[in-house]
T-cell receptor, first 114, second 117 residues
């Protein structure tokens, strides 16, 4: 158990809908990351937050947004969903924003868009 | 652009034997970190081992060790005394040092390892 908690574990929704994925980082970790794992794109970095502020942005679509709240939990919002958004979405956390820190992953949220 | 290449999509090994998974990466930077993550059928990403590029000594974690060749940009993972629980997909990952690159782990495509009894 990495200590990173993600909900829901599985989610099935229709095209055009909006979903929210939730993440609680490990106790004491200030940085939260979101990654997407799909069959065709592999594992891709989406976005990073550090202590409530956006820190780095990767290949995140404009239809997607995220935030980190004062209690450090984070949410990833996916809207206008398309079939191609079906993927495993990982949340991860680390102590701070330094790239040298180990990044611990949650168990992921399986999103299926039908 | 930084890339990570794992040239072995699938590998198999007999239980108790040793196997080596290959990884090469490409970067023009000098300071970075390398990782191997394991993804078992449960799909959770589990850190196996990490290596700082500035360290010449190869990292080891119990049965797992790496062969880090900085000049060749190679970072292979050796699993000794393979166990059935080692069956998983293994990802090599790379992250640049520096505040502007935080969080951007770059992953290879993965190697599926099957340990046979």
């Amino acid at each position: 158990d990495s200590g990173v908690t993600q909900t829901p574990k599985h989610l099935i929704t229709a095209t055009g809908q909006r979903v929210t994925l939730r993440c609680s980082p490990r106790s004491g970790d200030l940085s939260v990351y979101w990654y997407q794992q799909s069959l065709d794109q592999g594992l891709q970095f989406l976005i990073q937050y550090y202590n409530g502020e956006e820190r780095a942005k990767g290949n995140i679509l404009e239809r997607f947004s995220a935030q980190q709240f004062p209690d450090l939990h984070s949410e990833l919002n996916l809207s206008s969903l398309e079939l191609g958004d079906s993927a495993l979405y990982f949340c991860a956390s680390s102590v701070d924003h330094s790239s040298g820190n180990t990044i611990y992953f949650g168990e992921g949220s399986w999103l299926t868009v039908v | 652009a930084q890339t990570v290449t794992q040239s072995q999509p699938e590998m198999s090994v007999q239980e108790a034997e040793t196997v080596t998974l290959s990884c090469t990466y490409d970067t023009s930077e000098n300071n970075y970190y390398l990782f191997w993550y394991k993804q078992p059928p449960s799909r959770q990403m589990i850190l196996v081992i990490r290596q700082e590029a500035y360290k010449q000594q190869n990292a080891t974690e119990n049965r797992f060790s790496v062969n880090f060749q900085k000049a060749a940009k190679s970072f292979s993972l050796k699993i000794s005394d393979s166990q059935l629980g080692d069956t998983a997909m293994y990802f090599c990952a790379f992250i640049l040092h520096g505040s502007s690159n935080t969080g951007k782990l770059i992953f290879g495509q993965g190697t599926t390892l099957q340990v046979k009894p």
